[in-house]
T-cell receptor, first 113, second 114 residues
Framework: ETGVTQSPTHLIKTRGQQVTLRCSSQ?????VSWYQQALGQGPQFIFQ???????GRGNFPPRFSGLQFPNYSSELNVNALELDDSALYLC????????????FGPGTRLTVT | GNSVTQMEGPVTLSEEAFLTINCTYT??????LFWYVQYPGEGLQLLLK?????DKGSNKGFEATYRKETTSFHLEKGSVQVSDSAVYFC?????????????FGSGTRLQVQP
């Protein structure tokens, strides 16, 4: 059974640019959530997708957007990057929308200069 | 809103020592509670969970009991090993909405010395 995978592992962007991060859910999981983890902090919920629809959003501005595809993979897009967007971005999948258990990928380390 | 408070680290212990990492929470309703562990360079792994009051979650020698009266979910292990060195996060689910977003504490780094 393949776990949650994310790409790329690391990337460096310049302030004002746009970035797309990708996530493949664990096999059989139809729900995906994204989290931002700043250095030395706990992860903060960005949003969740279920059946290709956004199913809840944390306290993040609209320049953070997402997509979920029919195969349950997902993208996180961030426009107009700011220095404070530098963080580890974690994707987590769940077997179904009502499940409390989330399985995390290794994350993408984004650095904005 | 929901929040989780963890004891600050780092916690430094010798091998075979007893471990307690304190976690308290604030939530409306009845959340589920979790402990996640993050090893260096890796994502988070679910360590244990409890879904209702007085439940005890356990895994790999770690235990935590859901105490509604004290709104706590302290993590314990009787004898730590060097391989337990990691960052530990306490988290709760969102009890009042259809989504199962997790609210995390800020994490506690554990360092176990041989």
């Amino acid at each position: 059974e393949t776990g949650v995978t994310q790409s790329p592992t690391h990337l460096i962007k310049t302030r004002g640019q746009q970035v797309t991060l990708r996530c493949s859910s664990q096999s059989g999981h139809n729900t995906v959530s994204w989290y931002q983890q700043a250095l030395g902090q706990g992860p903060q919920f960005i949003f969740q997708y279920y059946r290709e629809e956004e199913n809840g959003r944390g306290n993040f501005p609209p320049r953070f957007s997402g997509l979920q595809f029919p195969n349950y993979s997902s993208e996180l897009n961030v426009n107009a990057l700011e220095l404070d967007d530098s963080a580890l971005y974690l994707c987590a999948s769940s077997p179904h929308i009502s499940s409390y258990e989330q399985y995390f990928g290794p994350g993408t380390r984004l650095t904005v200069t | 809103g929901n929040s989780v408070t963890q004891m600050e680290g780092p916690v430094t212990l010798s091998e075979e020592a007893f471990l307690t990492i304190n976690c308290t929470y604030t939530a409306t309703g009845y959340p589920s509670l979790f402990w996640y562990v993050q090893y260096p360079g890796e994502g988070l792994q679910l360590l244990l969970k409890a879904t209702k009051a007085d439940d005890k979650g356990s895994n790999k020698g770690f235990e935590a009991t859901y105490r509604k009266e004290t709104t706590s979910f302290h993590l314990e292990k009787g004898s730590v090993q060097v391989s337990d060195s990691a960052v530990y996060f306490c988290a709760l689910s969102d009890p009042d909405t259809g989504r199962r977003a997790l609210t995390f504490g800020s994490g506690t780094r554990l360092q176990v010395q041989p």
